[in-house]
């Protein structure tokens, strides 16, 4: 499967912007969503031991362990799937997967965000810049509606919020795919180190009080590496 390529942006009246490496495509598919995930396992696995530092100050020290166990699950189910798979679908499978076999906060809160998506962006076979909006808004409130944080709690929902905002702002311009997931992951990046002046209010955390000060929530950390490899992959 491949995306959509944008029309010659260099006709009169196109934006420049646009013309930025990796940022033409109109739509995204399920080979997108694939690959997606194939390039967060590597990531995850990768940031395993920081993961498992920034978790060590301030919670179990397991979130890098746990995130990387539950991606490499996915891996070989990638290996299965169907020549008519949605992106949606893909979606789901890492949800139930997630669920599954991440222990700790981690699992149900991305397992939800993931199902949420799923069923926000439904049977379509693939995603323009809207959709992406949409997917986006509902991984994160499926995280809110799981987890009950808000933004300033400390947790992830501080590079989520970040996130989805930019991402609607990008594409109400009128932004490519690649674009408003570059932004979304910008921001995320943005939000993450905004945490760590933070005193938690949400999870482990928020028993050390003023302890928590200084430290980058991990989750939010995490958070940042899905959405930049989201956006790695639309620019590949």
């Known amino acids: 499967m491949t995306s959509k390529e944008q029309p010659d942006t260099a006709k009169a009246g196109a934006d420049p912007s646009d013309t930025a490496p990796g940022t033409a495509s109109l739509t995204l598919d399920t080979a997108w969503t694939v690959r997606w995930i194939r390039r967060s396992a590597e990531v995850l696995a990768a940031s395993r031991a ?30 299965d799937l169907a020549d008519d798979t949605t992106p949606g679908a893909v979606l789901k499978l890492v949800a139930t997967t997630l669920i599954s076999t991440v222990g700790g906060a981690a699992g149900p809160l991305y397992g939800t965000a993931f199902l949420k998506a799923a069923g926000a962006v439904g049977s379509a076979s693939s995603l323009d810049a809207a959709a992406l909006v949409v997917l986006l808004t509902a991984a994160r409130d499926g995280i809110v509606l799981r987890g009950k944080a808000e933004e300033g709690d400390k947790t992830m929902i501080d590079a989520w919020t970040p996130a989805v905002n930019a991402a609607a702002t990008a594409q109400a311009a009128g932004s490519a795919v690649g674009a408003v997931l570059l932004a979304a992951a910008d921001a995320a990046v943005s939000g993450a180190q905004a945490t760590e002046p933070l005193i938690a209010r949400k999870g482990r955390a928020s028993y050390l009080g003023e302890r928590a000060i200084g430290h980058r929530d991990p989750g939010s950390q995490s958070t940042t590496l899905l959405l930049r490899a989201a956006a790695d992959v639309a620019a590949a």
């Open 50 to 79: 920081a993961l498992n530092t920034l978790d060590r100050d301030i919670g179990d020290g397991d979130h890098g362990e746990n995130m990387d166990r539950g991606f490499q699950a996915i891996l070989p189910k990638l290996e």
